[in-house]
């Protein structure tokens, strides 16, 4: 199947889903004679027709958008991407910054060009640097973290 | 005569010329920095305000509002970033110039556009703001959801790879723009029980998933992991040629009035106008194969425009006490601590003040040029830093920027999921920009749509009975029509 046709049918399910949601949404008391559940109909119902042309239309086969080493690094920034939250949450910014700027720079480092340990002294002094400008000078305080909070009661 | 003496021994004095500096200077950073916004900058130093006289706060806080809409445009051409809003049109041409070597020329654009746009807009503004304000007051709903409406509808013009995806991109942005509390009546719309939900998606994790991580994971991803090569040794002036600017000069005024009419309508924004005056400028241009690849045209639209928005945005906030976009919605509570009363009396019981206002906005964008013009020698450096070196530290003030709007670790995990649908919307070649738009405008059109369709007895037909709302839903129409009609250029080319 030509990749467009495929990705009409996976655009037209998900708005019919997101129409059939849409009919679920209740208006309140001070609802206008319009209800708060037409714009999301009308945006999914476009999403819907829209779907069904890239269905319809002729397209041509198209080169793939990655190559396999592509999607292994994309799958390897995206691990990191996704634990980095989960850390901030439990372990608080400097521990998950560290983390995320460790990772991210050894992963963009295609070459190899920094050693372990310029790696992490950059990502320590971005972490600590970046929570004391944030803290200090913005006046904006990032996550502790639960587990942080736990230890030092 | 006695305004303009008065306005101008307020500014030039070496304390009050020390604060537009450092105001600028601030504005510009935080502009430029993905994860951070001129409007953050405001916040943060309003506090400080509260101790300075109101005619020298203003002059503060304009300052940094310049600052930081003109200085959004640097990483959008440097990095492929907007820092700001207001830069995601300039981006679809400055990036690829700077693809091609020419960071310095994207760079020039930006600050002459930027200075145009601004400077003119502040004397527009001082001088038309009570005639412009009484014009602007009498739109009703129907001509705002018109406007609305042509915005997005241009922005998926442009989308020359695919049209047709840049209608379900838009589609995908309502829908995005409509989680949370709906406009009118409060009613809760797809947050699935999530409460952190019911206010929306916040705008700095769409921004940051969106724009920052979906697009370090593609570059990642297609290992383009060195940035753009940029001859900086002798930059001499602009890094354009007199006839490239006198070229242009049409397209800058064009530009220039596109952004200042957006600016005159409340609620608008820098954003939109950036992007109508681009889809004129490609209409109008006699070469417009060279859009998307670096067109200086697209950047001076772009940069006038949304420079010119600023000034007009004044209007309506000084004679009305209507924000004109976000930042003037806070600069206007800046005014109301200081026991000013925004509106039409301001005009008559504080002119002093209020042309203080107007005055350092005219001041500030040329402050703002000077520095970005000796900045231009600096600026370019940023790409000597290593990928590996400047992403992480980008990443980590996206996933900051979103964090702190709200102060909420839920933004941070939103990041990271709409990163990972911008990635599929990516592979399936989807145009991400009309997303966006349609996003920022959604709760607006919206909020236009029913309103238009409750405030008259003829309901839905007002919006085809009213002219200037029948002409703009004309021109909507048409150009997703003829955008429609029209083969794609190039269909395999993911466009932003």
Redesign the interface.
């Known amino acids: 199947m030509k990749?467009d046709r495929l990705?009409g049918i996976i655009?037209t399910i998900i708005?019919l889903l997101?129409f059939f949601?849409?009919t679920q949404?209740?208006?309140?008391q001070?609802?206008?004679?319009?209800?708060?559940d037409?714009?999301?109909k009308?945006?999914?119902g476009?999403?819907t027709l829209?779907?069904i042309?890239?269905i319809l239309?002729k397209?041509?086969e198209?080169?793939s958008?990655?190559t396999i080493?592509?999607?292994i690094?994309?799958i390897k920034?995206?691990v990191v991407?996704?634990i980095?939250?989960f850390l901030?949450?439990y372990f608080g910014?400097i521990i998950s910054?560290i983390f995320?700027?460790f990772f991210?720079?050894t992963?963009?480092?295609?070459k190899k060009?920094?050693s372990i340990l310029k790696r992490l002294i950059?990502?320590v002094s971005?972490?600590v640097i970046?929570f004391a400008f944030?803290s200090y000078v913005?006046?904006?305080?990032?996550?502790n973290g639960k587990v942080i909070k736990l230890l030092l009661g | 005569m006695e305004l303009l003496i008065f306005v101008l021994q307020t500014i030039f004095t070496p304390y009050v010329l020390g604060l537009a500096f450092i105001g600028v200077t601030i504005g510009i950073i935080f502009g430029c920095v993905p994860g951070l916004a001129g409007a953050l900058a405001i916040i943060l130093l309003l506090p400080f305000t509260f101790m300075l006289e109101p005619h020298i706060s203003i002059v503060l806080l304009m300052s940094i509002y310049v600052g930081g809409i003109s200085g959004g445009f640097i990483s959008a051409a440097l990095i492929g970033i907007p820092g700001a809003p207001a830069a995601i049109a300039t981006t679809i041409e400055a990036w690829p110039l700077t693809k091609k070597g020419g960071a310095v020329k994207a760079l020039g654009v930006g600050v002459i556009a930027s200075f145009i746009g601004t400077f003119f807009s502040g004397i527009v503004a001082l001088f038309l703001s009570p005639f412009i304000a009484k014009y602007a007051v009498k739109l009703g709903p129907w001509e705002f959801f018109g406007l609305c409406l042509v915005a997005v509808s241009l922005v998926i013009s442009l989308s020359k790879a695919d049209v047709l995806k840049g209608i379900i991109a838009a589609c995908l942005g309502f829908l995005i723009g409509g989680i949370g509390f709906a406009p009118i009546g409060g009613t809760l719309r797809f947050t699935f029980g999530i409460t952190q939900l019911n206010t929306g998606l916040s705008l700095g994790s769409t921004m940051m998933g969106f724009y920052v991580m979906r697009q370090i994971m593609v570059d990642f991803g297609k290992g383009s992991v060195e940035l753009p090569e940029v001859a900086d040794q002798n930059i001499r002036g602009f890094g354009i040629t007199l006839k490239e600017f006198t070229d242009n000069i049409w397209n800058i005024i064009r530009s220039f009035f596109i952004g200042l009419s957006v600016g005159f309508l409340p609620g608008m924004g820098s954003g939109i106008s950036a992007f109508v005056a681009y889809a004129k400028a490609k209409d109008a241009s006699k070469h417009p194969e060279e859009y998307g690849k670096g067109s200086i045209e697209g950047i001076f639209a772009t940069e006038t425009s949304n420079n010119a928005t600023i000034g007009g945005a004044m209007v309506p906030m000084a004679a009305l006490g209507i924000p004109g976009d976000t930042t003037t919605a806070i600069l206007l509570g800046a005014l109301v601590i200081q026991g000013l009363e925004p509106g039409p009396l301001l005009l008559v019981n504080n002119p002093r003040f209020a042309y203080v206002m107007f005055g350092s906005l005219i001041f500030a964008s040329l402050l703002t040029f000077f520095i970005q013009f000796f900045g231009m020698r600096f600026f370019p450096k940023l790409l000597k830093i290593k990928f590996m070196y400047l992403f992480p530290v980008i990443m980590v003030f996206s996933f900051n920027g979103a964090y702190s709007e709200g102060l909420s670790t839920f933004n941070v995990f939103m990041v990271v999921v709409l990163g990972i649908i911008g990635l599929a919307l990516s592979v399936g070649k989807f145009p991400i920009t009309p997303l966006i738009l349609a996003y920022i405008l959604s709760p607006m059109l919206e909020t236009y749509l029913r309103r238009g369709i409750s405030f008259s007895e003829a309901g839905a037909l007002t919006f085809f009975t009213r002219p200037i709302s029948l002409a703009l839903i004309v021109i909507a129409v048409f150009s997703i029509v003829r955008g429609l009609l029209k083969k794609p250029n190039n269909p395999s080319k993911t466009v932003t």
């Open positions: 990749r990705i655009v708005g997101i949601l849409s949404i209740q208006g309140n001070y609802s206008t004679v319009i209800g708060p037409l714009f999301p009308m945006a999914s476009g999403m829209c779907g042309g890239l239309r397209s041509k198209e080169e958008f990655l080493e592509g999607w690094r994309i920034i995206l991407l996704i980095y939250p901030l949450v910014f910054g995320l700027v991210s720079s992963l963009f480092d295609i060009s920094a950059f990502a971005t972490s970046t944030f913005l006046d904006i305080i990032l996550p």
